[in-house]
C-alpha cells in the first residue's frame, strides 16, 4: 500500500521566481492538505483540498494557490517566492468519509530555499 | 488566535523510564486529538490519535485526554534511545477541517 508521495525532495528557487510542489495522497483517501514547516517549528497549515475544491484555507497570502486532480493528487503553486517561504513543505492526506473524525498521514516532505 | 502550547523541552528521560509530555489548547470546540513524532529532517509520523475523554493506549504509548481542561498529554513507557524525537501535539479546529500544530517537545532518552 504506497503512502503519501511528494515531489521533488528538494528545490533551490531565488527571490521573486514561481514553484510547483506535487503530492499524491495515500491509496483510498481523497483529502489532501498542504503545511508549511519552518525549522524548529510545528506545521502551519496552509490550506486543505477535497472533491477539487478549497475547502478551508489558513493564514496564507493568495501568492499560495493550490489544486487538486480527479485522481486526488493536489499541487502547491507559491509565487513570487520570498527569502521567508524557505521550508518544509508538508502533504497530507485522509479518508473524508462524512465524519468529523479522521486522521492524517504525512508525505516526506519538499525542503524548498529561496536564494 | 487558536493556539495549541507544548513545552519546546529538551525533555531528558533515562532508557526505561516513563517519559511524561503535555498540550494544551484553545478552541473548546476541538474534537479530534493527534500525537505525531518527527525525527529530526524528517515528516511527521502519526503515532496516536484519541477523540474521547479518557485514556487510550496502544503499545507502550497512552494517550490521555481532558476536553473540560483542554489538556492532552502523552505517557510512553519503558523509553528507549530510539524515542528520541520531536513530538507534536495537532488539534483539529472546531469545523474539523483545519488541524493545529503545537511547535512540539523535543525528548531525549538516554542510554
Known amino acids: 500500500d504506497a503512502g503519501v508521495t511528494q515531489s521533488p525532495t528538494h528545490l533551490i528557487k531565488t527571490r521573486g521566481q514561481q514553484v510547483t510542489l506535487r503530492c499524491s495522497p495515500k491509496?483510498?483517501?481523497?483529502?489532501v492538505s498542504w503545511y508549511q514547516q519552518a525549522l524548529g517549528q510545528g506545521p502551519q497549515f496552509i490550506f486543505q483540498?477535497?472533491?477539487?475544491?478549497?475547502?478551508q484555507r489558513g493564514n496564507f497570502p493568495d501568492r499560495f494557490s493550490g489544486h487538486q486532480f480527479p485522481n486526488y493528487s493536489s499541487e502547491l503553486n507559491v509565487n513570487a517566492l520570498l527569502l521567508g517561504d524557505s521550508a518544509l513543505y508538508l502533504c497530507?492526506?485522509?479518508?473524508?468519509?462524512?465524519?468529523?473524525?479522521?486522521?492524517?498521514?504525512f508525505g516526506p516532505g519538499t525542503r524548498l530555499t529561496v536564494t | 488566535q487558536k493556539e495549541v502550547e507544548q513545552n519546546s523541552g529538551p525533555l531528558s528521560v533515562p532508557e526505561g523510564a516513563i517519559a511524561s509530555l503535555n498540550c494544551t489548547y484553545s478552541?473548546?470546540?476541538?474534537?479530534?486529538f493527534f500525537w505525531y513524532r518527527q525525527y529530526s529532517g524528517k515528516s511527521p509520523e502519526l503515532i496516536m490519535f484519541?477523540?474521547?475523554?479518557g485514556d487510550k493506549e496502544d503499545g507502550r504509548f497512552t494517550a490521555q485526554l481532558n476536553k473540560a481542561s483542554q489538556y492532552v498529554s502523552l505517557l510512553i513507557r519503558d523509553s528507549q534511545p530510539s524515542d528520541s524525537a520531536t513530538y507534536l501535539c495537532a488539534v483539529s479546529d472546531t469545523g474539523g477541517f483545519k488541524t493545529i500544530f503545537g511547535a512540539g517537545t523535543r525528548l531525549f532518552v538516554k542510554a
Open positions: 484519541i477523540y474521547s475523554n
Open positions: 483540498y477535497y472533491e477539487e475544491e478549497e475547502r
Open positions: 478552541d473548546r470546540g476541538s474534537q479530534s
Open positions: 491509496s483510498g483517501h481523497d483529502t
Open positions: 497530507a492526506s485522509s479518508f473524508e468519509p462524512g465524519l468529523l473524525y479522521y486522521e492524517q498521514y
